[in-house]
């Protein structure tokens, strides 16, 4: 079982940075995959980022690439969405999510913080 908590949320203007943090419960953390969602108003959750396990790979959605950074610290149990050149279009609830390594859902799942990017 794994808990999470989001936090850096806030209000932003566009250009801006944000930097979510996601906390993690319990001693298994460097054996989840952990991603970052997240649900613009009136829309379906997407996917956004992904690390795994070590933090060896990293992935992306196109429309994120080369502007938010995804990193884990397993010491402290943590994982960041480092997001800089935000976009009006970034708005919304972002969700930090795990998964074990040999599953394709996301089984945990944080209670999300809101970004928004004021144009």
């Known amino acids: 079982q794994v808990q999470l908590v989001e936090s850096g949320g806030g209000m932003v203007q566009t250009g801006g940075s944000l930097r979510l943090s996601c906390a993690a419960s319990g001693r298994t953390f460097s054996r989840y995959v952990m991603g970052w969602f997240r649900q613009a108003p009136g829309k379906e959750r997407n996917f956004v980022a992904g690390?795994?396990?070590?933090?060896?790979?990293?992935y992306y959605t196109d429309s994120v690439k080369g502007r938010f950074t995804i990193s884990r610290d397993n010491a402290k149990n943590t994982v960041y969405l480092q997001m800089n050149g935000l976009k009006f279009e970034d708005t919304g609830v972002y969700y930090c999510a795990a998964r074990q390594q040999d599953r394709v859902e996301y089984d945990y799942w944080g209670q999300g913080t809101q970004v928004t990017v004021s144009s």
């Open positions: 690390i795994s396990w070590n933090g060896g790979n990293a």
